[in-house]
């Protein structure tokens, strides 16, 4: 449990922009599996946050914990995605892992998405912090740290869009609730429909 709270300390740390802490977290391999349960914990906070708070506009429960494993994968695939367009084009100083641990530190943010309100504020604080990491850990230039992010964005926007029917079909077909549950109160009234992928 000290350990934990040790790492969530780091964790902080980095999203306050620390530079020592950045540089800490890559430099230790150790910090690989803490920075995956970081991640791992921000899409399923993300899915509880969507059945507390989302109303009448949620998803089902099952389809909710499709898209938490999503997100997981989504966004393991989108560091090291961005990790290796800083260092082909644009001269990234780190190895691919030491990237994603920091970035998986990151990740702390998103634990604010259990209230998804806050989705916005942290979306724009992680955009800020993934620039300060590609230029503090990667050390690639201003003018790099936004064209890796802009690539980036451009490629994972594209798998994206390739993807995400076929993982909507399959979170349906294996009968984990794809449809999307809607309830709607209007005075005395209430109404439950789906809409179905």
């Not at 530079?19 to 690989?32: I, L, Q, S």
């Not at 970035?103 to 259990?114: H, R």
């Amino acid at each position: 449990m000290k350990n934990i709270v040790s790492e969530l300390k780091t964790a902080l740390q980095v999203i306050l922009f620390n530079e020592k802490a950045m540089h800490e977290v890559a430099a230790d391999k150790n910090k690989t599996k803490f920075g995956f349960a970081v991640i791992i914990v921000a899409a399923f906070l993300g899915v509880i946050g969507q059945q507390l708070f989302m109303g009448w506009l949620k998803p089902s429960f099952g389809y909710g914990l499709m898209m938490g494993v999503t997100q997981i994968i989504g966004v393991t695939i989108g560091i090291y995605v961005i990790s290796f367009v800083a260092v082909k084009i644009f001269k990234g100083q780190v190895k691919h892992d030491a990237f994603f641990r920091v970035a998986a530190y990151g990740m702390l943010l998103g634990w604010a998405s259990i209230i998804p309100m806050l989705g916005i504020i942290s979306a724009l604080w992680g955009l800020a912090l993934l620039f300060v990491i590609l230029t503090k850990v990667h050390k690639v230039t201003v003018g790099g740290a936004i064209g890796t992010i802009l690539i980036s964005l451009v490629v994972l926007m594209a798998v994206s869009a390739i993807l995400s029917p076929a993982m909507s079909r399959f979170g349906y077909k294996a009968g984990m609730g794809g449809a999307m549950n809607y309830h709607l109160n209007m005075g005395p009234n209430s109404y439950n429909f789906q809409i179905n992928p």
